[in-house]
């Protein structure tokens, strides 16, 4: 129709829209309705702007992988910080005779870093129970593990110290036991 049809097209130059990947997307043209003859150079520069295109598609089209990349990465580390954040408290609340234990837990807020907030309920001895409530300064990773160690240090206290202050001073030491051996405290 370009042709024979009422536009009357009597000049067509095109070059071919190549990815890097060597698919060929289409092409870049120009058109005329007057006859014209192309010389070498003008060809080249018509190539140039094809790369330019090119260029411009893949840009683009990359900056889409990237975004959707971070996004899944973000949704991965908001799953892990879920799950390590999960690590630092019981399963369930233990059944204690006599009594009733609930919990709920709430973080901060969605998205954050994993803290360092943990609680624990546990069996002592026959009907001799602990618990804890803790919280770490700071967020993330190390955080996370200092609170884990902080849990499992006062559960492993309490199994052979029968004073609360005796095993927050045992907790203590582990803690400062730990921070002189790691200079990233």
């Known amino acids: 129709p ?3 049809g009422s536009f009357g097209l009597r000049f067509y130059a095109g070059v071919p829209l190549t ?36 260029d411009q598609l893949e840009l683009r089209l990359h900056a889409r992988e990237v975004v959707e990349a971070e996004s899944e990465l973000r949704r991965e580390a908001e799953n892990l910080a879920d799950v390590l954040q999960a690590s630092l408290l019981p399963p369930r609340p233990p059944q204690v005779p006599g009594m009733e234990v609930a919990s709920r837990f709430i973080a901060g807020e969605r998205g954050m870093l994993v803290g360092g907030d943990f ?6 001895g026959a009907n001799d129970w602990g ?23 006062v559960r492993a206290s309490a199994g052979h110290l029968s004073s609360p202050a005796a095993v927050l001073t045992d907790l203590n030491t582990a803690i400062l036991t730990d921070r002189n051996a790691d200079t990233d405290y």
């Open 119 to 124: 609680y624990d309920v546990f069996r002592r």
């Open 19 to 54: 990815t890097s990947r060597g698919y060929n997307l289409g092409t870049l043209c120009v058109i005329d309705r007057e006859p014209r003859q192309i010389r070498p150079q003008e060809v080249e520069t018509l190539r140039d702007l094809a790369q330019l295109v090119m």
């Open 131 to 153: 618990i804890v409530l803790g919280d770490v300064c700071g967020k993330g990773a190390r955080t996370a593990a200092i609170a884990a160690s902080a849990r499992w240090t």
């Open 2 to 4: 370009l042709v024979a």
